[in-house]
Nanobody, 128 residues
Framework: QVQLVESGGGSVQAGGSLRLSCQFS???????????MAWFRQAPGKEREGVAG???????SYADSIKGRFTISQDNVKNILYLDIADLKPEDTAMYYC???????????????????WGQGTQVTVSS
């Protein structure tokens, strides 16, 4: 099992920035050395959307809708996956989820059905 705990959400003004964090546990088994992680978001009444992915080789992927404003990164020492969001817009308002799966796909997938482990989410609300 992989435990994922998100934090860092909040209410911000448009144009501001946020850093979301996902604290994750590692599976102590060499078979699982390859993995993918991703950030998804879901606004009320909308489907869950993948926004950024990261794999164990350091490859990244981004949804076209957010390219240039979102940056995904990982701290391997602290076991934290980050999502830095710049120039926040009201349409970024959503619950943001961290997800993980075993296997180092290239590029990291941004489809929700590809991920087995999910956190509880952190809410981001952007006001104009």
């Amino acid at each position: 099992q992989v435990q994922l705990v998100e934090s860092g959400g909040g209410s911000v003004q448009a144009g501001g920035s946020l850093r979301l964090s996902c604290q994750f546990s590692r599976v102590p088994n060499s078979r699982y050395s390859k993995y993918c992680m991703a950030w998804f978001r879901q606004a009320p009444g909308k489907e869950r959307e993948g926004v950024a992915g990261f794999n164990s080789d350091g490859d990244t992927s981004y949804a076209d809708s957010i390219k240039g404003r979102f940056t995904i990164s990982q701290d391997n020492v602290k076991n934290i996956l980050y999502l830095d969001i710049a120039d926040l817009k009201p349409e970024d308002t959503a619950m943001y989820y961290c997800a993980a799966r075993f296997g180092g796909w290239k590029p990291p997938p941004l489809t929700a059905t590809e991920y087995n482990f999910w956190g509880q989410g952190t809410q981001v609300t952007v006001s104009s």
